[in-house]
């Protein structure tokens, strides 16, 4: 059993008190396992579908020497994350700075995060490599949403052959950053992006993630994403390597800065419009990322992003929740619910 399921079987015992008559309980008993193993079927297929894609990551060659990285961090308060987030890119990247150039970019944080990625570009040994900014202010007479501000800004100081965006609470793993670009020139992607492995640091993102994960997963078809013929696009905006001049082309984020979801409009801006190339592959293997530090943390985030995701609609997130509850909670309650029906006419025929 997945830990998102844990908390629901706090609800067994009054489910068992329910008034429900003996026949319906031992029928809904019978529900239970059959989700589960629909559902299990068609996520291990999904898996495998998708492991088959990454094969071409794994065997993309090393980084051609003559290409220049850009690495783009946006931050936005993340006095916790940016000083380990810059020095995983660093420490773990063998490029010098011929090829390899770092921008942080400071969204107006009302915090020290400004301070300290200034100080530690003065105390690291790659301090070079490293430049340091704000985003100033966004302008007043266009809506612009998220870190699409922040992340265009940061891409006018960069020189590189490719761009890549990294969110503050993302760490690239030692080769990460080469593996990443050459992966994207091996396929000709033009912005390629994947799943990251997510450390979940608390038990609410332990019992919430993995259920918001799957959803995900399940809802995108990366083979259709990787096939050029296919209308269909996603990314992940957690880390996003792009083709430099085809972002610039583009006007970099503006065309999706008044979106919430601005990585999945993008990546489908960049492949329905622009007809350029996209990929989705798995990324555990090169970064991993931990959102969320505490249940208030994870509350805020989720409140706040799935709400406006869902274009502001309570009957939208209202359906969604009706749905997750349906396909996460109602298996294991109803296998139970069985199981002590069963139990019970067992009993009453030990006394007959």
């Given at each position: 059993?997945?830990?998102?399921?844990?908390?629901?079987?706090?609800?067994?015992?009054?489910?068992?008190?329910?008034?429900?008559?003996?026949?319906?309980?031992?029928?809904?008993?019978?529900?239970?396992?059959?989700?589960?193993?629909?559902?299990?079927?068609?996520?291990?297929?999904?898996?495998?579908?998708?492991?088959?894609?990454?094969?071409?990551?794994?065997?993309?060659?090393?980084?051609?020497?003559?290409?220049?990285?850009?690495v783009v961090v946006p931050a936005y308060n993340e006095a916790y994350n940016i000083v380990e987030c810059v020095r995983a890119i660093l420490d773990g990247t063998a490029l010098d700075a011929e090829h390899l150039e770092v921008v942080v970019v400071d969204d107006m944080s009302s915090d020290n995060t400004m301070e300290l990625i200034t100080?530690?570009?003065?105390?690291?040994?790659?301090?070079?490599?490293?430049?340091?900014?704000?985003?100033?202010?966004?302008?007043?007479?266009?809506?612009?949403?998220?870190?699409?501000?922040?992340?265009?800004?940061?891409?006018?100081?960069?020189?590189?052959?490719?761009?890549?965006?990294?969110?503050?609470?993302?760490?690239?793993?030692?080769?990460?950053?080469?593996?990443?670009?050459?992966?994207?020139?091996?396929?000709?992607?033009?912005?390629?992006?994947?799943?990251?492995?997510?450390?979940?640091?608390?038990?609410?993102?332990?019992?919430?993630?993995?259920?918001?994960?799957?959803?995900?997963?399940?809802?995108?078809?990366?083979?259709?994403?990787?096939?050029?013929?296919q209308p269909v696009a996603s990314a992940a905006g957690h880390m996003m390597v792009f083709k430099k001049e085809v972002y610039d082309a583009i006007g970099g984020h503006k065309p999706v800065r008044d979106h919430v979801v601005e990585d999945v409009m993008i990546a489908y801006y960049l492949k329905t419009v622009a007809k350029r190339r996209?990929?989705?592959?798995?990324?555990?293997?090169?970064?991993?990322?931990?959102?969320?530090?505490?249940?208030?943390?994870?509350?805020?985030?989720?409140?706040?992003?799935?709400?406006?995701?869902?274009?502001?609609?309570?009957?939208?997130?209202?359906?969604?929740?009706?749905?997750?509850?349906?396909?996460?909670?109602?298996?294991?309650?109803?296998?139970?619910?069985?199981?002590?029906?069963?139990?019970?006419?067992?009993?009453?025929?030990?006394?007959?």
């Amino acid at each position: 059993i997945n830990a998102e399921y844990m908390g629901h079987f706090l609800s067994v015992y009054f489910f068992s008190r329910m008034p429900i008559p003996f026949m319906a309980q031992v029928a809904a008993g019978a529900v239970g396992p059959v989700m589960w193993m629909s559902y299990k079927r068609v996520f291990n297929s999904k898996v495998k579908k998708f492991k088959k894609t990454t094969q071409k990551m794994n065997s993309a060659p090393k980084l051609n020497p003559l290409i220049k990285v850009s690495v783009v961090v946006p931050a936005y308060n993340e006095a916790y994350n940016i000083v380990e987030c810059v020095r995983a890119i660093l420490d773990g990247t063998a490029l010098d700075a011929e090829h390899l150039e770092v921008v942080v970019v400071d969204d107006m944080s009302s915090d020290n995060t400004m301070e300290l990625i200034t100080q530690f570009k003065t105390t690291h040994p790659k301090g070079n490599q490293l430049t340091v900014m704000s985003a100033g202010p966004r302008p007043e007479t266009e809506l612009w949403l998220g870190k699409c501000w922040a992340v265009l800004q940061g891409s006018k100081k960069c020189s590189g052959d490719y761009i890549i965006f990294i969110d503050a609470d993302v760490r690239v793993h030692d080769g990460g950053i080469a593996k990443a670009v050459a992966a994207a020139v091996h396929t000709n992607a033009d912005l390629l992006s994947g799943d990251l492995k997510y450390k979940c640091q608390c038990f609410a993102e332990k019992l919430i993630q993995p259920v918001v994960l799957q959803n995900l997963y399940l809802s995108n078809d990366h083979d259709l994403v990787n096939d050029p013929k296919q209308p269909v696009a996603s990314a992940a905006g957690h880390m996003m390597v792009f083709k430099k001049e085809v972002y610039d082309a583009i006007g970099g984020h503006k065309p999706v800065r008044d979106h919430v979801v601005e990585d999945v409009m993008i990546a489908y801006y960049l492949k329905t419009v622009a007809k350029r190339r996209v990929h989705y592959f798995d990324f555990t293997g090169i970064a991993s990322i931990s959102m969320y530090r505490n249940f208030s943390d994870l509350l805020e985030g989720y409140s706040k992003n799935v709400y406006l995701a869902f274009d502001c609609s309570v009957i939208n997130v209202g359906v969604l929740s009706i749905l997750n509850l349906a396909a996460f909670s109602l298996p294991p309650l109803t296998a139970v619910a069985g199981i002590m029906a069963l139990s019970s006419a067992q009993t009453v025929l030990g006394y007959l």
